[in-house]
């Protein structure tokens, strides 16, 4: 679809070279019966150079491409309704393009929104004093967690503070949905205080992506899905929400896992395999339970979360399950996970990712 476009851009601009050759009489133009002036020539020209720009900056994906397709777009229909006889069909090509344009700079507001508010979140945490990581920071945790902080590296390394990760995934919106739709994702943590955003961009049906930010900062949480980056689909906050996006942040600190020894969360022992988390943070409260193989590695976390945001929503069981642990930049994490909730109807599997980068500790770019 992006070649059928830039198809349409480029032959767009070209067509107004009609224009310029008639002005300067450089070609004797039929399609055009009108007269054009050499001053309303130059403006044809125009057009072309800015519509020729527009291409080579969609072809390069410079995100603010849609600007000059915007000035374009102006330029050409003042040029239409002026030559309305001749040119009128040229509107067709300017509303397509007024559409697509529209969409990328909604998409380009979206990022500039979500980087704005990382480097916020990054800047409020540029002051965490390094430490490193000891066995007896670990003898006060349940043996199953300090087997797994054990086995995972995090021993003699600095505590982490802060993380960037990207995913691939596979996606279902609704329990009936029987089609997987990709998705990329990225996700970025502090964890002194404990915090999130994570900005994920689906394709579903040709012309309709869907990108979405869930977000958790000073114990407060929001989620939000726009269609084409433009139409909310979801916008929600409250109780439910926090309660959420804390427990993800605690079935993800896996990615993390020196955030296991943070004073926000306590540990309680249930077996030789299990261990119950609970997190307490600026009124927000929850926990879940992360299960670990016999050799140390986590294998599983539950918790009971808020299906949705509405009053009468209801905690159903959900599952992060690991598939595949290998080491990521010296600590070992899960790689390959997927996401189930328990609901009476059946089991609705709708996510499976995959960490594909991950870093610790880089963020001064963002102060």
């Keep these: 679809?992006?070649?059928?476009?830039?198809?349409?851009?480029?032959?767009?601009g070209l067509i107004h070279l009609l224009g310029f050759l008639k002005a300067f009489q450089f070609a004797e133009i039929s399609q055009l019966t009108q007269n054009i002036s050499e001053t309303s020539g130059l403006v044809w020209l125009t057009a072309i150079i800015i519509f020729l720009?527009?291409?080579?900056?969609?072809?390069?994906?410079?995100?603010?491409?849609?600007?000059?397709?915007?000035?374009?777009?102006?330029i050409s229909q003042i040029l239409i309704i002026i030559f309305w006889q001749d040119a009128k069909f040229g509107t067709i090509p300017n509303v397509i393009i007024l559409l697509v344009a529209i969409i990328a700079f909604a998409n380009w507001n979206f990022n500039r929104m979500t980087s704005h508010e990382i480097s916020n979140l990054y800047s409020q945490n540029k002051n965490v004093e390094k430490s490193t990581i000891t066995p007896k920071n670990l003898s006060i945790l349940p043996i199953p967690v300090q087997k797994w902080l054990s086995k995972s590296g995090i021993v003699g390394k600095d505590k982490i503070s802060f993380v960037r990760l990207k995913q691939k995934a596979l996606m279902k919106m609704k329990p009936e949905q029987e089609d997987w739709a990709e998705a990329t994702a990225e996700q970025y943590f502090t964890i002194e205080n404990p915090a999130f955003i994570w900005k994920v961009k689906m394709k579903m049906k040709p012309f309709f992506n869907i990108v979405g930010r869930d977000l958790f900062i000073n114990g407060k949480g929001r989620m939000t899905i726009k269609l084409l980056s433009l139409i909310n689909v979801v916008d929600a906050a409250g109780e439910k929400i926090d309660t959420g996006t804390i427990q993800r942040f605690l079935g993800e600190m896996v990615w993390f896992p020196s955030a296991a020894l943070s004073p926000y969360i306590t540990w309680e022992p249930i077996d030789s395999l299990s261990a119950r988390a609970t997190t307490h943070y600026k009124g927000t409260v929850d926990s879940g339970i992360f299960y670990f193989n016999e050799q140390g590695d986590f294998i599983r976390y539950s918790a009971f979360r808020y299906m949705g945001n509405e009053l009468n929503a209801e905690r159903k069981k959900w599952t992060i399950t690991a598939n595949k642990v290998k080491e990521m930049n010296g600590i070992r994490i899960p790689v390959e996970m997927e996401a189930t909730w328990e609901l009476d109807s059946g089991d609705w599997n709708w996510l499976k990712l995959e960490i594909s980068e991950i870093e610790y500790n880089i963020a001064q770019e963002y102060f």
């Design 53 to 74: 720009f527009a291409s080579i900056q969609f072809i390069m994906k410079i995100e603010w491409w849609w600007l000059s397709a915007f000035l374009g777009i102006l």
């Design 1 to 12: 679809m992006k070649i059928i476009f830039l198809l349409i851009l480029l032959i767009h």
